[in-house]
């Protein structure tokens, strides 16, 4: 049994370990297959961060069930933890307690299979104790061809937010020591990566384990001096870590993209005190200023849940008026999802369903509009691009890309299949795929992507 599905869910950590994972089994001879065709083994790293996700999971394991009666259906990830109940459609689980114990695991199972010792199915679960977790993924180095690559540099969280379920699924903060990461993005950038960006459960928590307490901008420091990588990417990060002094830090990396996700979640304080988020609306509005003071004009982005338990029509109205005041770039918004297991299910005073849809409706409307405002400070503007891909849109071809602050970009090239180096034939500049490049922004391709022309050709 070697060929090998794999289907990932949920977050860029969860698909920092796909890839690792992947890798780990080709270097152990296993076969990767298409999830959605017939497979020998099918390995699913399931997400339990809302109840939808947990459905979600469950459905792709009776699917690979379905695909092959026969194979071996492998769980992995947060939906399995110590109690969970797996069903029949599951030979094994394989929680994040020993995700980096997948390939004995595996082949401990398969060895048992073969010499008729595990019954079939659903007899044999893999062990998992967060509490006991011994260190980080095999440090693996990646292939080339990542413009952009997603980089772990820890797990766990100890926040406890009453709605989330994460900390049990993933245990207490656990940071990869500094000399590993720099390491491994070393040797991302020598395999031709261009933008690294720095992920975890809570990365504002990073360090706070470790024997010398380094800090998440400790850490920029030090990435920023490694060649030939172009630029460094924040996830989502804590208000509370952007102090002045820690801003004055950032502001001094010149590969530090000015591109800022600030969890935020409601925008009123009786809220944020029933979610436990441990800040008040006042402590966000001043490390927002602090960013604009130093950068001028950030991509600011940010989370909203609507409808938590007991937000009142004024509360919401509250938390609306906080984004507009706000300006953000982008506003991801979520209505709130019972999950069974947190402090926040057993609250009084649920809001129903058309009453979270009608709020979401509303702050989607909004941060359409703060989007578009936000993008269209870019035209007449020159901006670097790091191109991603080569795309044909409405019967053209357009190299894509992202600004430092992630705003997406395209330009328009010469025929799929170029030779690199070769004029584009429309500005005259040669054009390439990761590679960063000066262009002139001069209005919009789509609603979302801004058009524009090369003024300098890549290095």
């Not at 083994?41 to 092959?68: G, P």
């Not at 044999?124 to 952009?148: M, Q, S, V």
């Amino acid at each position: 049994m070697k060929n090998v599905a794999l289907h990932n869910l949920g977050c860029k950590v969860n698909s920092y370990e796909m890839e690792v994972i992947q890798q780990m089994l080709q270097q152990n001879g296993y076969h990767i297959v298409p999830f959605d065709g017939p497979a020998d083994i099918y390995i699913v790293n399931t997400c339990t961060v809302t109840n939808i996700a947990d459905r979600k999971s469950r459905q792709l394991l009776h699917r690979a069930r379905a695909r092959n009666p026969a194979a071996v259906v492998v769980a992995i990830g947060c939906y399995v933890r110590p109690g969970q109940e797996m069903d029949d459609s599951v030979d094994l689980a394989v929680g994040n307690g020993d995700k980096k114990n997948l390939l004995p695991i595996l082949e401990a199972y398969l060895a048992k299979r073969k010499g008729g010792e595990a019954p079939f199915p659903g007899a044999a679960k893999g062990d998992d104790d967060i509490r006991r977790y011994g260190g980080e993924f095999p440090l693996l180095r990646r292939t080339g061809g990542h413009t952009r690559a997603y980089l772990k540099i820890q797990d766990g969280c100890n926040q406890f937010c009453s709605y989330c379920i994460i900390p049990y699924a993933r245990g207490r903060v656990r940071s990869r020591e500094e000399a590993d990461i720099l390491k491994e993005i070393e040797g991302l950038a020598q395999a031709g990566c261009q933008e690294v960006v720095l992920t975890g459960i809570h990365i504002s928590s990073y360090g706070m384990d470790l024997e010398n307490r380094p800090k998440l901008v400790d850490l920029a420091e030090k990435i920023q001096r490694i060649e030939p990588l172009k630029r460094i990417r924040f996830g989502s990060l804590e208000p509370r870590i952007i102090s002045a002094e820690c801003v004055e830090r950032l502001s001094k990396l010149s590969k530090l993209c000015p591109h800022f996700h600030l969890s935020l979640q409601s925008g009123c304080d009786e809220t944020l005190k029933r979610m436990n988020r441990q800040y008040t609306t006042g402590e966000y509005f001043q490390s927002m200023e602090a960013l604009r003071r130093t950068y001028g004009q950030p991509a600011v982005t940010t989370d909203i849940i609507v409808g938590f338990p007991g937000e009142t029509e004024e509360e919401f109205q509250e938390t609306k008026r906080f984004l507009e005041e706000g300006d953000f770039y982008e506003i991801h918004v979520f209505q709130y999802s019972k999950r069974r297991g947190t402090r926040a299910a057993d609250l009084p005073e649920q809001i129903p369903e058309p009453v979270k849809a009608a709020r979401s409706k509303e702050l989607l409307a909004l941060t359409r509009r703060q989007s578009a405002a936000f993008r269209s400070r870019y035209i007449g503007r020159n901006v670097q691009v790091l191109w991603e891909e080569e795309k044909t849109i409405q019967g053209k071809n357009y190299l894509l890309g992202h600004t430092a602050d992630y705003v997406r970009a395209a330009m328009e090239c010469g025929r799929h299949g170029e030779k690199e180096g070769e004029e584009d034939g429309v500005s005259g500049r040669a054009a390439r795929t990761n590679c960063l490049q000066e262009v002139r922004v001069t209005g919009f391709l789509t609603d979302e992507i801004l058009m524009g022309a090369a003024v300098l050709a890549p290095p």
